[in-house]
């Protein structure tokens, strides 16, 4: 499957603990956007990068975040200090430039 | 602010039925919408559509843009239990994807 992958698919984390999740976006594409969706709502913009570069942050985005594409390729986002706002559905997308995007199946995270 | 505005919130069909949604935005710098549907995990992609009055078809799935009046409908005829879903329209503004809250179709045997 050359789609684009996530890991964890679950994560329970105590409130106060920090955790990474992984994207591994379809290798020819060069922009990856992370997205975070609550129950009800479409996918919120967090932060976006083309190859290395992270172009843009969302204001959704606090200190607490951060995300890293250090090679171009997969991309990791950290929230330290978990707190239970945060639990959700965090979607990692991938695309050519072409603004189709193609979505992973996503990390769940629940923050107890 | 830009925002994009999906109506109904949800719908409840039989099968067989021909069903309509709505999609409405205001952005500053449109550049496309685009209709997605969305089951339990991640939302798949429909159709991205550019320029107004022209459908774009995909078996029983269509749909059109109206960039004078702003908004997109997506049409599903002989609607199937397959097609129960969550379905998420989105504008591409400013290379940023706005969404909308989707409409939620569930489609009775």
């Known amino acids: 499957d050359t789609g684009v992958s996530q890991d964890p698919r679950h994560k329970i984390t105590k409130r106060g603990q920090n955790v990474t999740f992984r994207c591994d976006p379809i290798?020819?594409?060069?922009?990856l956007y992370w997205y975070r969706q609550t129950l009800g709502q479409g996918p919120e913009f967090l932060t976006y990068?083309?190859?290395?570069?992270?172009?843009?942050k969302s204001r959704l985005l606090s200190d607490r975040f951060s995300a890293e594409r250090p090679k171009g390729s997969f991309s990791t986002l950290e929230i330290q200090r978990t707190e239970q706002g945060d639990s959700a559905m965090y979607l990692c997308a991938s695309s050519s430039g072409l603004r189709t995007l193609h979505f992973g199946n996503g990390t769940r995270l629940t923050v107890t | 602010e830009d925002k994009v505005v999906q109506s109904p919130l949800s719908l409840v069909v039989h099968e067989g039925d021909t069903v309509t949604l709505n999609c409405s935005y205001e952005v500053t710098n449109f550049r496309s919408l685009l209709w997605y549907k969305q089951e339990k995990k991640a939302p798949t992609f429909l159709f991205m559509l550019t320029s107004s009055g022209i459908e774009k078809k995909s078996g029983r799935l269509s749909s059109i843009l109206d960039k004078k009046e702003l908004f997109s409908i997506l049409n599903i005829t002989a609607t199937q239990t397959g097609d129960s879903a969550v379905y998420l329209c989105?504008?591409?503004?400013?290379?940023?994807?706005?969404w909308g809250a989707g409409t939620k179709l569930i489609i009775k045997p």
């Open positions: 989105a504008v591409d503004s400013n290379y940023q994807l706005i």
């Open positions: 990068f083309q190859n290395e570069a992270q172009l843009e």
């Open positions: 290798s020819e594409h060069n922009r």
